[in-house]
């Protein structure tokens, strides 16, 4: 300069590239930021929907069925009386005795899956509508009971009918004598808090009025 002072010359290139640099770091930060925040809300809701999973399914498959309570639970007319819940293992004991026994004999109305289920329905949704249209859920509770999912899944539905309408659903058929610490805790909460009725297995003689009190237990709302 004539004023014996040296201007240094910025190189605009390496300003732009500086802007560029720094610009890109606070995108990546701000990038991370909201995936980090969408995985958090993601998370939440995943719980959410686990926490209340079965009303959730309950509450899908009741509405699918367009389902409608114009008259009161104590005038309303049931399809049936019960609807067995029982584990394939059981099958036998469910036919040839507790089939015959109700139906036959005491001329009640039971939904059996393999029989009563409408084909081509989704498994879920004939379960949901075998427990509306039935006064009672009868449980043959045994250890293969304990190990099919699709009876847990029954049972819960059982639950949420009892929990959404105020009646009584469940009622357990106690077919083997289980410890109560082999019970998981939602079986042994719906065990405790519904209707149960032991078979009087060393008992043959009793056998005739262990029906009869069956009968009157799903009959009664």
């Known amino acids: 300069m004539s004023d014996g002072t040296v201007q240094h010359f910025v190189d605009i290139f390496e300003v732009i590239a ?4 720094q ?9 991370g930021a909201v995936s980090c925040f969408f995985c958090l809300i993601l998370s939440l809701v995943s719980a959410m929907m686990y926490r209340f999973r079965w009303k959730l399914r309950y509450w899908y498959y009741a509405s699918r069925m367009s389902y409608t309570r114009a008259q009161s639970q104590e005038s309303r007319q049931f399809d049936f009386d019960a609807f067995v819940s029982y584990a394939s293992d059981d099958e036998d004991f469910v036919r040839s005795q507790l089939v015959h026994n109700l139906e036959v004999q005491e001329n009640l109305r039971l939904n059996v899956h393999d029989r009563d289920f409408t084909p081509g329905q989704p498994i879920p949704y004939n379960i949901v509508a075998a427990v509306q249209n039935s006064r009672r859920t009868l449980v043959v509770l045994t250890r293969h009971l304990l190990q099919s999912d699709w009876c847990q899944y029954e049972m819960q539905m059982a639950n949420m009918e009892a929990v959404h309408t ?56």
Not at 18 to 21: G, H, I, N
């Open 166 to 221: 105020g009646r009584d659903v469940l009622v357990f058929l106690l077919y083997e004598d289980i410890p109560s610490h082999e019970l998981p805790r939602q079986v042994l909460y719906n065990l405790q808090s519904s209707t149960f009725i032991h078979f009087p297995h060393d008992h043959p003689e009793l056998q005739s009025n262990f029906w009869m009190r069956l009968t009157e237990v799903l009959k009664d709302l």
């Open 18 to 21: 500086d802007l560029q640099q």
């Open 23 to 31: 610009c890109s770091n606070f995108s990546s930060i701000l990038i």
